[in-house]
């Protein structure tokens, strides 16, 4: 498996490609946000670890540029550890989020969950639906709302809108979101359901604070309101 590595510190990189390709792993390196765009376009990894912290521009812009065109999994690294850098390189459409220093072995674990949740997370093609005012639309990854402006979104969170909207009017919980979403029932990784709620209330909801289409069920889960 590829694995880009977009960090500037060249003795942190040098250190971390040890690790990843003592590991298994071939290691493609970039230093700045316009080399990881041409490697991200050339290459197609299957895995990015990105610095917060680049020449160019930070981490968290080339993170939503990325998330624009491609759901290739991103682990940013950073020597920030304050809750609300975690929270958001997980917004901005990361999949984790580790603080330097860190253990050789719980990088690769991060690294291995990740990937096993992607790849768990193929999914097959949807059909077109529409409630609630919103229409999903398989091929462009898009929701149109009624006024015809539309947004796009993420495979994953495509999918994660279109079985909410599937269940339109009825409680899913996170187990189930997990299984249907991801293939995967790990009750430990139901934080990544969280995350994409998150997500996508940011991008269809008016206010995310007070959502009018996906609320949330308080000790059992997400509901799509009808």
């Not at 990843?20 to 197609?44: N, P, T």
């Not at 990088?107 to 790849?119: F, H, K, P, S, T």
């Not at 999903?136 to 495979?155: Q, R, S």
Request: aromatic share 8%.
């Amino acid at each position: 498996m590829n694995i880009l590595l977009g960090d500037d510190d060249l003795p942190c990189a040098k250190f971390i490609s040890y690790i990843l390709e003592d590991a298994g792993y071939r290691v493609l390196k970039a230093y700045d946000g316009a080399e990881i765009f041409r490697s991200i376009s050339r290459h197609h990894p299957d895995l990015v670890l990105l610095d917060v912290q680049l020449p160019s521009a930070n981490g968290f812009d080339i993170c939503r540029q990325i998330r624009r065109t491609s759901d290739v999994p991103i682990i940013f690294l950073s020597c920030h550890g304050r809750v609300e850098k975690r929270v958001l390189g997980l917004q901005v459409g990361a999949d984790d989020y580790i603080v330097k220093p860190f253990e050789p072995a719980d990088l690769l674990a991060r690294i291995e969950a990740v990937l096993r949740r992607c790849q768990r997370g193929t999914m097959p093609a949807l059909t077109r639906i529409h409630h609630h005012g919103l229409t999903l639309i398989p091929p462009e990854y898009t929701v149109m709302f009624d006024d015809e402006h539309t947004i796009e979104l993420t495979p994953i969170e495509f999918h994660l809108l279109h079985y909410l909207m599937q269940n339109a009017g009825h409680t899913v919980t996170l187990r189930q979101i997990l299984s249907s979403v991801w293939n995967d029932d790990d009750a430990c990784e139901t934080s990544v359901v969280t995350t994409y709620i998150s997500r996508l209330r940011a991008k269809i909801e008016t206010d995310p604070s007070h959502p009018h289409y996906i609320v949330t069920v308080r000790s059992m889960g997400y509901k799509f309101e009808l």
